[in-house]
């Protein structure tokens, strides 16, 4: 997940909740499209209005959750030159002019697949913070974070080590390194073939969705 200092302000904010349409084959497909403009053409007019609409439903959930105001952030791109985006998301964070520097919750999709994950990425200087707690809980996190969950050290990849293969050795060697390299990141919630009929119920989805960001909130806690 590429992490330039992009964001946009939700159009849409205070608007009637409706129910949300989901992600379909066309949506992911914008990702095959060669050239970074007709491609963020595509990803404008097909992906962002949902992106928008996610933030708005779910940043109040995750205030709660969170407790204290949390602000949704829809890429924008607006640094891309030459190179089209591999994927696009929405980042939820506790400051309304940006999220790089503090731990976050991400929604965003790559040509294969849909991510729903906690984050702290390089630019975060809570990252020593975060391994330091996650070291000493890292039993705690075993048993709380399914197996099914997958780990990731670097964003720009898709995809990411399953906590169930990675197992505490694993994921103790990721967190060290998050304390000592500098490029070093944390990412951790669930990937979501483009192929699921759970993209399609867009409801289906939002509960899914809450019910990740309620899991890995654990993990955002052991960030401060």
């Known amino acids: 997940m590429t992490m330039a200092n992009e964001q946009l302000s939700s159009p849409s904010a205070g608007a009637p909740t409706a129910p949300f349409a989901g992600f379909n084959q066309d949506d992911f497909d914008v990702f095959a499209v060669p050239g970074l403009e007709a491609r963020m053409s595509l990803l404008i007019e097909r992906i ?3 992106l928008f ?3 708005d439903r779910l ?3 995750l205030t709660e959750l969170c407790g204290e105001t949390i602000y949704a952030h829809v890429a ?3 640094r891309r030159t030459i190179n089209p985006p591999n994927d696009t998301w929405v980042a939820y964070a506790p400051n309304k002019r940006g999220y790089k520097a503090f731990p976050h919750f991400q929604i965003g999709l ?3 697949h849909v991510f729903v994950q906690f984050a ?5 200087d809570k990252k020593t913070v975060f391994a330091d707690h996650a070291l000493k809980q890292i039993d705690d996190i075993m048993t709380h974070i399914p197996a099914h969950y997958a780990w990731s050290g670097d ?3 898709p995809g990411g080590d399953l906590q169930g293969e990675l197992g505490e050795e694993g994921l103790r060697a990721l967190l060290e390194r998050l304390k000592k390299v500098k490029a070093s990141e944390a990412l951790c919630g669930i990937i979501i073939d483009r192929q699921d009929p759970l993209l399609q119920d867009g409801e289906a989805f939002v509960a899914k969705t809450l019910e990740t960001f309620r899991t890995v909130l654990p993990l955002y806690k052991m960030s401060w």
Do not use: C, Q, T
């Open 76 to 78: 924008k791109h607006a």
């Open 48 to 50: 962002r209005p949902k």
């Open 53 to 55: 609409e996610l933030g």
């Open 155 to 157: 964003h720009m990849v």
């Open 59 to 61: 940043a109040p959930a």
């Open 120 to 124: 702290i990425i390089y630019e975060s």
């Open 110 to 112: 790559f040509g294969s």
